[in-house]
């Protein structure tokens, strides 16, 4: 089976990092356009995606399989990009998140029937902006 695996140790609890990952506010502060998220077991969502700069425009839909507050994400992930064959059908993402001594946070993603590099990017984002949510607590 295909599939892209990620890890990134994160500057911020567990609690700040579910809510960039859960939070319609906050997932469009990092990654998305649009976000609409029911935030539990059955939950469905929906992420909107456009990136001109890599000619990338698309929707991303699914269900929320498991939620772990503060632990665990998992949701199908289903999305077609206009003007193209592409299509991603079927596909599970699952984030995990391991509390680390001094309020950091080992973010480990699995997407499972997708094989791609361009996660680190949003990695990345996603510590910045966890970063950024600490900071304008403080």
């Not at 990134?8 to 502060?29: G, R, W, Y």
């Not at 998992?74 to 990009?81: I, M, W």
């Not at 499972?112 to 304008?136: F, N, P, Q, T």
Request: aromatic content about 10%; some cysteine; charged content about 30%.
């Amino acid at each position: 089976m295909i599939e892209t695996k990620k890890n990134i140790t994160i500057d911020a609890p567990p609690a700040v990092v579910f809510k960039a990952l859960t939070d319609e506010s906050e997932l469009v502060q990092w990654m998305f356009q649009e976000a609409k998220m029911d935030a539990r077991v059955g939950g469905e969502y929906e992420f909107k995606f456009n990136w001109p700069a890599a000619k990338v425009t698309s929707v991303g839909k699914g269900r929320i399989r498991e939620l772990i507050p503060n632990k665990k994400l998992s949701y199908t992930f289903d999305a077609d990009y206009p003007g193209t064959n592409r299509s991603v059908k079927d596909t599970i993402v699952t984030w995990t998140l391991e509390e680390l001594p001094g309020d950091k946070t080992r973010v480990t993603l699995v997407h499972v029937g997708v094989d791609w590099a361009g996660y680190s990017y949003w990695l990345e984002k996603l510590a910045s902006h966890c970063r950024d949510m600490i900071s304008k607590t403080s």
